[in-house]
């Protein structure tokens, strides 16, 4: 049986003496969707933020493609090349064209051509409708575009897994729809992916495993189409029942 891509084993996360995770552990099979679900404050985005180095655990591991991670910048600067990163923040450069954004992370984190990486960030932009604003800034853009081409970005550099999230927290209504397409496009394209998400439709669709996160912990790990239809806790049930899907 082949190894998880991803395993978290016993990780601690504390803010002075508020301890936001405890004792987190699950894995990710190459080519899966774990979809994180939880109240706010549950810590989801804090976790996700710790698999991409971008929040420092106090104990456990994380072990990735094999090899287990070291909490150096050094360490974490090779790492981010193979896990890519959306925030519900877009978090592009407002000084730099769209195919800047996109070429700066190959061009001088890779070292890669700029003729071989514009032909590959010129492809995703078409996949994603967005390939007439390669030359636009992100002033020009809407909300579900810059959330677009920070997905493009990520996809840029070629990653092992995907992260994201809640990449549709602040976009408008009718804005979401598109950006959720991608990323289920993504996943039938076996793309490996984490997904904090409030969006429980989508969650059905595209989670083959759901952690429900509360206070921290992990109150469930289970099969996605399990989660949905028969929860295993009193926490989950009440949760499912206060969303509106």
Known sequence: MAEPLLKVEHLQK?????RVLEDIS?????????????????GK????RCLNGLEVFQSGSIVFNG?????????WRRLRQQIGMVFQSYDLFPNMTVMENILLGPMKVQKRKKDEAARQALSLLKEVGMEQYAEAY???LSGGQKQRVAIVRALELNPRL???DEVTASL?????????????????ENMTMIVVTHEMNFARQIGDKILFLEDGKILEQTPGSQFFA??????????????DF
């Open 230 to 243: 028969r929860p295993q806790t009193d926490r989950a049930k009440k949760f499912l029942e206060s969303m």
């Open 138 to 140: 992100p002033r020009e």
């Open 67 to 75: 090899e287990t991670v070291q909490s150096s910048q050094k360490n």
């Open 45 to 48: 985005s804090t976790l996700i």
């Open 26 to 42: 699950f894995e990710v099979d190459e080519g899966s969707v774990v979809v994180l679900l939880g109240p706010s404050g549950s």
């Open 14 to 18: 504390s803010y002075g003496n508020k």
């Open 172 to 188: 408008d209504p009718e804005m979401v729809r598109g950006v959720l397409e991608i990323i289920l496009r993504l996943a039938k």
């Open 162 to 164: 995907m992260l994201f």
